[in-house]
C-alpha cells in the first residue's frame, strides 16, 4: 500500500522504495515528516502537539490567511490570530490524485468554512476554498496549493500564503543558506528594511527575516560545509522568511524540546506575504513549492 490513511493521518510511501515516505497530519495537513531514504528532512519538535489543541511545532505547517498578525484594526484579518486559521483546523483527506511526475504518488486534502475551526471562522467571516496537494517522487515532495472563491460567494477576500518549513539540521553554526544576496529584506526582529549584500546566510544569534520579492528562479539551498542538505524551488511565492528562534525563544516555547534543538533546525518559509492577493469570486490563485535534490549551485545577483 503507497497511501495509508487512520483517523489522524495520512502516510504516503514511494512504491519503488518504501523508506522515502512522507506523514500528514490532518490537523492543519501538516506534514510532520518526510524521508527520503529512510532519512529523515523535516524538523519536528519532541513537545509537539499533534492531538490538535495547537498548531504542530515542526514540519510544515500551512500559514493562511495571514502571516504573523496584521496589525490595522480596519482590516479583517486583524481579528485572527497570528498565522491565520488552516493550521488550527481539521482538514479533509480527498484521497489520490493524478500525478504529476511519471514516477509519482499524489494525494489531496480540502479546507472550506464548513469543517474548519469554527471559533476562527467566526472571526474572519469569507467564503473560500483549499485544495492542497501532496506529490511524492524517489527525490522531491511537490506542495501545491490552490486557494479559490467560490463564485457563489458575495465578496472578494484578502489572503496571504506561506508553507512554514522547518527543516532538520545537524548544526545552526556549520549552516548556510545560499541565493537571497541581493534582495529586499525586512528584519523582524530590529523592525528595519535594507538590501541583503552578504554572498550568503549564516547564523550566530535569534534570526527573523523576510526577504521579499525573490525572483523564482533562485533556488534556495541549506548547506552544511559544502554539502547541500536541503533545496526549495517556488512557483508563485516570491517571499521567503527564514527563521532560527535561537537560546531565549526556544526557551520561552513550551511546545519546542529539546531546548537545544534550535541546533538542529532552521525554518525557510516560501509564501506570498509582503502583500495581499485579492480573491474576487470565481478567481482561483495556485503556488507550489519543490524540496528536492540538487546540487550546490551559486546563482550571482
Ligand atoms: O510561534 P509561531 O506562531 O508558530 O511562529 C513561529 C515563527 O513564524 C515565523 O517564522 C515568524 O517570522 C516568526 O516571527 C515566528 O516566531
Redesign the pocket.
Known sequence: MTVQETETKVVVSHPKDHSTQFTVLKYGATVISYKTKGNENLFLSEAAKLDGSK?V?GGI?LVFPV??KESDPVNPLSKLP??GLARNSTWEFLGESSPKEKDGVAVQFGLYPEIANEELTKLWNYDFTLILTLELTESSLRTNIEVSNPISSKTDFKFHWLF?TYFKIDDIEDTFITNLTGNNVYD?LLKENYIDKLPVIQFQEEF?K?YSNVDSSRMVQIVDRGEVLHTVKRSQLPDL?V?N?WIE?SAG?ADFEPKTGFKNMV?V?AGHVKNYIDLKPGEKWTAEQILCEEKLKYQAI
Open positions: 498548531p511545532r505547517p502571516f504573523g497570528q498565522h512554514h523582524q527573523d523576510i522568511v527563521w528562534p525563544k516555547m525554518c518559509e
